[in-house]
Structures are given as structure tokens and as C-alpha cells.
């Protein structure tokens, strides 16, 4: 079973930026789409990002689009988040998930076991 490591989180200040990543064992990680989806305390768990299998397809939530990327590295088996202009209302566990389809606006029903995450604060 493969199992999927996120890191990068921390305490960040309004504008600041994060780098996230997600590490997944075995090796088939080229063959998935990969997504990130964050939930906040007392919220549902919601989509932030999508890549697809080349890279050449991402889909982003409407609140992160122009300052999250999202990114992969197919020989490393990492997927990448990059978050720029954060705000406090990022403030959420961040975690990553693997289909085998590409979804560009995914419900997080829609996937399988879940890994810890990294927590993501942004003060203001």
C-alpha cells in the first residue's frame, strides 16, 4: 500500500510563502494524478489542487488561483505545493492524495486512505 508523507507546513506570517511536499512510496507514483486538499477546523476537507500524470494539466480551487502552483517530480515521487501571498484563511491541514484519474475539481470522498498532512498557520 503506498504511503504518502507530507511536509513543509509551519507558521507563516500574512504574504508570506510555504513550500509543501508529499512524498509517496512505491513505484508507481507516475501513474497517478496527484491533489492536494487542506481542511480547516470544523470544516469539510477541500480541493486545492490537481496535476495531472505529465504535469501538463493543473486545476486549482478559486481562492488559491495566482498564488498556489502546484508541481511534481516523477523521478523523486513528490508532488510539490507552492504557496505564495498566503493568507489567514489558509490556515488549514494540508494533505495530499493520489488518483488514478484526473479530476480537475475532485470531492474528497472521491479518494482512498488519507496520510497525516502538515499543518499550514497563517497569522495575520
Known amino acids: 500500500q503506498v504511503q504518502l508523507v507530507e511536509s513543509g507546513g509551519g507558521l507563516v506570517q500574512a504574504g508570506g510563502s510555504l513550500r509543501l511536499s508529499c512524498a509517496a512510496s512505491?513505484?508507481?507514483?507516475?501513474?497517478?494524478?496527484m491533489y492536494w486538499f487542506r481542511q480547516a477546523p470544523g470544516k469539510e476537507r477541500e480541493f486545492v489542487a490537481a496535476?495531472?500524470?505529465?504535469?501538463?494539466?493543473?486545476a486549482y480551487t478559486d481562492s488559491v488561483k495566482g498564488r498556489f502552483t502546484i508541481a511534481r517530480d516523477n523521478a523523486k515521487n513528490t508532488v510539490y505545493l507552492q504557496m505564495n501571498s498566503l493568507k489567514p484563511e489558509d490556515t488549514a491541514v494540508y494533505y495530499c492524495?493520489?488518483?488514478?484519474?484526473?479530476?480537475?475539481?475532485?470531492?474528497?470522498?472521491?479518494?482512498?486512505?488519507w496520510g497525516q498532512g502538515t499543518q499550514v498557520t497563517v497569522s495575520s
Open positions: 492524495n493520489r488518483h488514478r484519474f484526473y479530476y480537475p475539481s475532485p470531492y474528497y470522498t472521491d479518494f482512498g486512505s
Open positions: 496535476i495531472n500524470l505529465s504535469a501538463r494539466s493543473t
Open positions: 512505491g513505484r508507481a507514483f507516475s501513474t497517478y494524478a
